[in-house]
């Protein structure tokens, strides 16, 4: 069984920074992947980045590409998501899901993931 645990969400103004973490924990596999994902109140779920736990294929939505940056430490179970030029319309809770088994031949980024996280707020006022 896999938990994984978002933080770093928080309040910043137009045009700033955060990082979110999501740290796994319980056995994963290799060629898994994650995913980050945001639902803003009144809004549907949707999709942000995505990276395989090899570091390949990172994969971002139009919304944020340029701006934000997914990465992983295997050695921390973790993967970030460094968001950047941050605006009002990223205002949502931030979601990270693992897909724990992925491979070249299937669709990327994942669409069906096997375990998600609580969320992070992450609030951006003007």
């Known amino acids: 069984q896999v938990q994984l645990v978002e933080s770093g969400g928080g309040s910043v103004q137009t045009g700033g920074s955060l990082r979110l973490s999501c740290a796994a924990s319980?056995?994963?596999?290799?060629?898994?992947?994650m995913g980050w994902f945001r639902q803003a109140p009144g809004k549907a779920r949707e999709f942000v980045a995505a990276?395989?736990?090899?570091?390949?294929?990172?994969y971002y939505a139009d919304s944020v590409k340029g701006r934000f940056t997914i990465s992983r430490d295997n050695a921390k179970n973790t993967v970030y998501l460094q968001m950047n030029s941050l605006e009002p319309e990223d205002t949502a809770l931030y979601y990270c899901?693992?897909?724990?088994?992925?491979?070249?031949?299937?669709?990327?980024?994942?669409?069906?993931?096997?375990?998600w996280g609580q969320g992070t707020q992450v609030t951006v006022s003007s």
């Open positions: 899901a693992l897909d724990q088994f992925t491979y070249y031949g299937d669709p990327w980024p994942p669409k069906e993931y096997d375990y």
């Open positions: 319980g056995r994963l596999f290799s060629s898994g992947a």
């Open positions: 990276i395989r736990w090899s570091g390949r294929n990172p």
